[in-house]
């Protein structure tokens, strides 16, 4: 797939980066022996819970805490009180403990530390919270009327010119494309528009939210969790508690799972706040019903998209509007859904707008490739449809208006080398583009696209004397990222991956690195490793330098060795690293390579996923039965990771496409805040899930590399409704598309047919 | 005292170093929070006990650990067959676990890991252990005598030409001096020729060695240790397990005293290894009988010494014999002793020897400033004899003849400024000085010189978001280095004290560092720091430039703020480190300064301590009653710590002098092993110990900083034997100077007056 001649990366002889190793923390966690945010514990340390508001919209008027401060075992409560107000934090602040009204059922309005988790379940109920109940509004299109209840009375919509004079449910509106639409679908031969709705899917990590806080009397904290970026954690609990930042400490945990879910605090804070209040360590850990109720999910949204094409495929104007709601506060990913909805097809007329939404929900966090699913699932069931009238092949439709380099993105900036038109062009060389189907079977396309993060990145990799590497990271290893970037610190410094041992910082040890976010660390931390390396290399041609008594210039570094270089330098034995490293301390000290930096250049990543369903007519039920992901890796540093998150993006959109959903009843209420009920998939429920990895090289990393581990949840929930449609012979433009769901759809169809 | 115009650093003004904060662990120090070696534990532990030899030397036939292990709830035994045959540390290993003999009483012979404490305890009991007991020798000089039992039949004394045929307890002769020694002693007016014993004194540190090891299947593991040095403790852990350096992770915990004696391994490759076999954690710690036992206690040793004076007070020679016993392995700090003992003088003809003597007992460890201390208390025991002799003034006569800049030392190198006659004009000018003395009162003046190290040093500086600093040093902080360092570095920055938190990072986070010994810390992690804060400044000035668009060159760092250098570089408002750290990701990412060295320079210090002793001729108990410790510390970067310090020295010093010992039974058993029978000193031997800092700058450090933990307990014993010889009229020659050791003597000198 790879064009060789065009990347000089790709020519590139790796010896060590794509080789498959077994992971460092593989053991430990098959063990059990790896520690969560749960597992740490500290001497006197007290139990923390939180009490949340049963209702969806309240005035706070009171708290009365008296009662369970009077209960043994009681140590302290915390509540709005206890927090200063915070203007930069504000939301963030009102989001981990309400102030004027609670916004959602689940919100928290107290928290207690008790010398056992009796005692302070016992304390929650003795609290004493009088509300005085408000009309509230869970759906995104009934939040946005006219008249809808306002959950902020002073939100008044930014991005509209001139600003609307009366506050709203909607906060900010969005706009990006370029050309002219109008223009665009009157030269059109084919015109598809379509309604969309999907709803809140939660991130469904294995491990809930969990910490252990502990203050001084002298204002310094501790703090561990399970986070993906212990870094941001210390900044927003710093800020809202009123402390300097480099006296938190905070060590990220191993994590069970995050998918974005875990970039923001809920339960830090007040940890800390109760640890500071009793002098004592305080542990909280969620239940999953909480998880639910009150972290984020993703952002349910309704959507409306139209896109026309000559008859030869050209597609001539793409438009859509995305109304994405956010839970409680401002902040949905609506902006990244209307950026990426058209990412995948170099248009001449494209227009895209976003609203992001309040309603009475939990504030939504950030779910792998926030907001792009849902843009793409409306636009590539559109593409689909159009496929089909136009009849031409998906694929082809796709690949004859694909974004390439130097094409204009639908958002605005000018795509450099990607890789899209290479994942249409392996999915179409699969043997699964071509295979049969069963009965009620329906085989769906689709592409998507996400931006790929760089950031703020610190890295240290420490020699050791006997020549092995010790790494420090700050970006917690969501999906293997101590491999990968063993890997590549081996590759970069020529010796075996075994010698390489990576770990994660804490944010005392360690300069500040960015959340694990965005598909970033591979791409950032690996670049800062690889510099680190570099910087390393440096010394250790310097050392040789030294002890052969030849300019630093005379030394290069070759395959893990530093030698002479060119015929003058002189006639010297290499010395491996582990040689320089054995002397180092007589030849200047410790060796060491650091790199700080705000990575830039991370590269795009495309995907094109198949998937074939089969429907049963009679009970509504779609099941996946063949799956095959392909997407653009830039260069895969350990394709095993790459291929699971793949797999993982799949797994996930399958659940979101098919069962995922909040269920709220007439109150405002979550009904499923569980997994008996919040049904996600199970083994049964999947195929294996087919991977085919496809590298062309990402300019801007020595090595190639693009993130990979959102792009891969784009194509799916669109791939699957349009393999459902396929196999019911009936569009679906609602996710999920549950049993009771694609039933009532297939028996409406046949009311009409027979009609 | 300081000649200001001598040096440049002197003129400095210090605007934050030489305050006294707070220190950062104080407040978890006296809540009881701070985590101490005995203080982590994880779930699923063991708990490791050691079975030690009951004897003081035997051939171990056999060790049948059968029935242990088939006690319920034991998980595994090991024993000398667990540990390959370690060329490299070849004594670490067998005095961790006996192989071939047991060589002193407590030797460990046997480690078991169980469930319990109960349980591995009734397991040592059941491992079965076949001696063949030989002969044992205990002290120095029996052990030099030919036809004294052997410990090693391999032991071939080095350093001595040609090499002896025959094996001895000798393991090796040193020998340092210049000129002529007998050319000095014929034209010397008077000499003083003396011989002298010290007896084996243990560090005394509150806390017991503890550690908590964890091992993984795929050959990682972790330690958390209290340790002067984990670096060191990884080092020979991996060494004895036979595992890469950067695949053990260890953590120092806070530390209740080391004062030298936590500078090697005792559990710690006991409980890794018994980690690696139960694949379970194990947690180990000693009781004080086994710290008394087991763990290194100082050398004894054996001397005779010689000095030579012309009527006015020239010392014309010097000489000196040292014989110190360090346990049953090679490794006295004899060497140090030969080397210190007249460094403080400045002499034509001098020589020293030194014998480095095993005998049956626990392989001693350092302690502060080793081996010098006992050469101190014989020569300047005969110094103040030969001041008596020549009717001069103590510290007249050390004035004379004081090493001064410039002068060889009685070892080699010649000194740098130094600041002994410094000190010499302190105590002179103290008002103790000629404070009159009660009756049975004796006064005693001595002084002492310690090196003082520099070594492999890496701290990383990294500035947070709001300004605030992390600074990640790698040397565990024994005497306050935490509040040192960041003290320096806010020198440095310009900032305020309490922006800045220092840490002690782990093996994995930070490059190499040598261990907390060897007065090192303040001066080399300081020198580290500095250059790492030097490092930062470069950056930050370098982000201002960019933001002003002006050449790097054209920014200088001033009080805190980057600000345009000189007329042409424009007008700009400074900017303050937090300005610039508040925009650092968007000028390039995160800032740090990092330093990696191997830090020289190291400047030495010396004291003179003056002491008043009232001796009972009753019962011969020698109390202290007035102490003052005049140190050179170079700069005094926290002088409370300094002072402490010199408090911390003196009082060890009182109880080595009057009470410590390791006594031993005929069977070479220690008799004393516990706090009730082996006597340190309690505050009622104590007075207020006064200090004086003199600073005379160290040129080797931008501060002018020297080391100055361990030259404090060099003097003490010398004054306080000077000051109880003439209180009691009686010159006392061998350490302790014990109630009935004094008793004997002043009964001794009755019988003698009477007779």
Redesign the interface.
Known sequence: MLDKTKDPVAERDFKVVGTRP?R?D???KV?G?ARFGA?I?A??MLVGKVKRSPHAHAKLVSIDTEKALALPGVKAVVTRDDFAENKKQCDVLRNIMAREKVLYDGHAVAAVAATSATVARKALKLIEVEYDVLPHVIDVDEAMKPGAPLLHDDMITKGVDPEPETASNIAQRYEFGHGDVEKGFAEADVVVERDFKTAAAHQGYIEPHACLA?F???G?GELWCCTQGHYAIR?FC?DLLGM????L?VTASEIGGGFGGKTTVFLEPLALALSRKT?RPVKMVMSREEVFRASGPTASTSSRVKVGATKDGKITAGEAEFRYQGGAFKGSPVQFGAMCAFACYALENVKTVGYDVVTNRPKQAAYRAPGAPMAAFAVESVIEELAVELSIDPVELRLINAAEEGDQSSFGPTFPRIGLVETLEATKAHEHFSAPLGPNQGRGIASGYWFNFG????V?L?????G???L?VGTPDIGGSRASMSLMAAEELGIAY????A?V?????????EVSHGSRVTFASGLATIEAARNAKKILCARAAKMWEIPEEAVEWVDGHARPAGANAGDFEPMSLADIAKV???T?????G?Q????SGAGASFATHMVDVEVDPETGRAHVVRYTAVQDAGKAIHPSYVEGQFQGGAAQGVGWALNEEYIYNDDGRLENPGFLDYRIPVCSDLPMLDTVIVEVPNPGHPYGVRGVGETGIVPPMAAIANAVSAAAGVRMTELPMSPPKLLKAINAKKANGSA
């Open positions: 077994v460092p593989g053991v430990d063990t022996r597992d514990s001497p006197g502990s001084t009397p002298d310094q900044g710093a300097d930042i480099s006296k400490r002098g950031g703020a990145t610190s240290s420490n020699i050791q004397p006997d092995t590497v010790a420090a075994e010698k390489v041992k770990i910082a804490d944010t005392a040890s360690l300069g500040y690195n180092a301390e007589q200047g000290g410790p060796i060491s650091h700080e930096h705000n990575a």
